[in-house]
């Protein structure tokens, strides 16, 4: 069993910056690849980023590419995502997740986690 614990979501004025953390326990952390999503309400849950399990690579949505960051610290099982120049459209409800596979890469596919946090609210005001 594994426990993804979000949280540093809040809310912020538009350009404003926040930063998403994930800490993992219950499994080793080190060996997955972990990817972040949002949903709003009314709308399917969409990829926003994921980053491998050596923390070598990372890949992001088109509408976040430049300034959303992903970055990982195995040591002490916790994975970021810091968010920079917010727009309101950028308001969800973010998710932390663990990707299935062991020494992946991550995958934009949400059926390729099985693993998912409870997620932390991000607003952002216009």
């Known amino acids: 069993q594994v426990q993804l614990v979000e949280s540093g979501g809040g809310l912020v004025q538009t350009g404003g910056s926040l930063r998403l953390s994930c800490v993992a326990s219950?499994?080793?952390?080190?060996?997955?690849?972990m990817g972040w999503f949002r949903q709003t309400p009314g709308k399917q849950r969409e990829f926003v980023g994921a980053?491998?399990?050596?923390?070598?690579?990372?890949f992001y949505a088109d509408s976040v590419e430049g300034r959303f960051t992903i970055s990982r610290v195995n040591a002490k099982n916790t994975v970021f995502l810091q968010m920079n120049s917010l727009k309101p459209e950028d308001t969800a409800v973010y998710y932390c997740?663990?990707?299935?596979?062991?020494?992946?890469?991550?995958?934009?596919?949400?059926?390729?986690?099985?693993?998912w946090g409870q997620g932390t609210q991000v607003t952002v005001s216009s």
């Open positions: 997740a663990t990707e299935a596979v062991e020494y992946g890469l991550g995958t934009r596919r949400q059926n390729g986690y099985n693993y």
């Open positions: 219950g499994r080793t952390f080190s060996s997955h690849a």
């Open positions: 980053i491998s399990w050596y923390g070598d690579r990372t």
